[in-house]
């Protein structure tokens, strides 16, 4: 079992960075390709960043894409995603999710292949 705490959340003015963590507990960390979800209002649970088990392959949705960097610390078993240039339409919950794979290279894109997830933490960007 994988426990997973999300924090930084925040409120911030578009145009503005936060960086987001995931402290992870229990497991073998380095088992586990992690990725970044998000909710906003209304709207169904979607992909935003993956990385591999190693940290050595990373995968965006076109959204974020040239705006958002996932990475992670192996040794603190940390993953983190800095956001920059937000825009209001990035208002969501955002989850940190792990899924053990065999395959260091793998970054899964689907929610349903995720194992674990965070209780999530609040962004908001206000226009």
């Known amino acids: 079992q994988v426990q997973l705490v999300e924090s930084g959340g925040g409120l911030v003015q578009a145009g503005g960075s936060l960086s987001v963590s995931c402290a992870a507990s229990g497991g073998t960390f380095s088992s586990y390709a992690m990725g970044w979800f998000r909710q906003g209002p209304g709207k169904e649970r979607e992909f935003v960043a993956a990385i591999s088990r190693s940290g050595g392959s990373t995968y965006y949705a076109d959204s974020v894409k040239g705006r958002f960097t996932i990475s992670r610390d192996n040794a603190k078993k940390m993953v983190y995603l800095q956001m920059n240039n937000l825009k209001p339409e990035d208002t969501a919950v955002y989850y940190c999710?792990?899924?053990?794979?065999?395959?260091?290279?793998?970054?899964?894109?689907?929610?349903?292949?995720?194992?674990?997830w965070g209780q999530g933490t609040q962004v908001t960007v206000s226009s």
């Open positions: 999710a792990a899924c053990f794979t065999y395959y260091i290279g793998r970054y899964p894109t689907d929610v349903n292949e995720y194992h674990y």
